[in-house]
């Protein structure tokens, strides 16, 4: 028995091709029969087998395939020739194509792409804006951006905690508002410290 159906009366386009949402057949790891998944062009781009799935408006198309245990959720996506399998996941506004591959335990999630003849495998996790492409291999560790043409990282503190902020590029941090102050001969006074100091004398005097 087929796990899932394609609803074709609920479908979006993409790149000239038409893409069908998925409505759960059976109960399977956490989706309940009846169930309305994401969008994918035809079946071999999600296993029957295993409890792989695509919620969401996430969507898969191509020759591209998701299957075992993982899921692509949010507005995920994944095409071209990419692969997703094992107990991976893909999420948010994640981009997996080309040739690229995630499997084993690991996470791609927020605004990542994973592109080219990349590997995210293991126990690795991309997220943020990170772009991973070309021929990389990552099998742990968390990558959460990317460095263009080798520009520094720069790191500022967070009052208060023991974090610190990693930022590239230019950037200006705003201090407290400057209090108003008057100068009184040789000494500089708080400019509402002089004012409550008057309403004192103004008051005592009546």
Excluded: C, Q
């Excluded at 074709?8 to 309940?32: C, P």
């Excluded at 997703?84 to 499997?103: G, K, L």
């Excluded at 460095?147 to 201090?175: M, Q, S, V, W």
């Excluded at 008057?182 to 005097?205: F, H």
């Amino acid at each position: 028995m087929k796990k899932y159906t394609l609803v074709k009366s609920d479908t979006i386009e993409y790149a000239g091709r038409t893409l069908f949402r998925i409505r759960a057949s059976m109960d399977f790891g956490v989706v309940s029969k009846g169930e309305l998944g994401g969008y994918i062009e035809k079946e071999d781009n999600l296993s029957m087998d295993g409890n792989a799935w695509v919620s969401d408006n996430a969507w898969v198309s191509g020759n591209a395939s998701v299957f075992d245990n993982a899921w692509v959720s949010g507005n995920a996506s994944v095409f071209d020739n990419a692969s997703v399998s094992d107990t991976a996941w893909v999420s948010s506004n994640a981009r997996v194509y080309n040739n690229a591959r995630v499997y084993g335990n690991a996470w791609v999630s927020d605004n990542a792409w994973v592109s080219g003849n990349a590997w995210v495998y293991g126990n690795a996790r991309v997220s943020g804006n990170a772009w991973v492409s070309g021929s990389l291999k990552l099998l742990a560790g968390r990558f959460l951006g990317t460095r263009h043409d080798k520009e520094e990282i720069k790191y500022h503190p967070i009052p208060n905690t023991n974090d610190e902020l990693i930022y590239k590029g230019e950037a200006r941090f705003g201090e407290d508002e400057p209090k108003e102050t008057i100068k009184i001969g040789d000494r500089i006074y708080n400019k509402d410290e002089v004012e409550n100091a008057l309403k004192n004398i103004k008051s005592e005097s009546l």
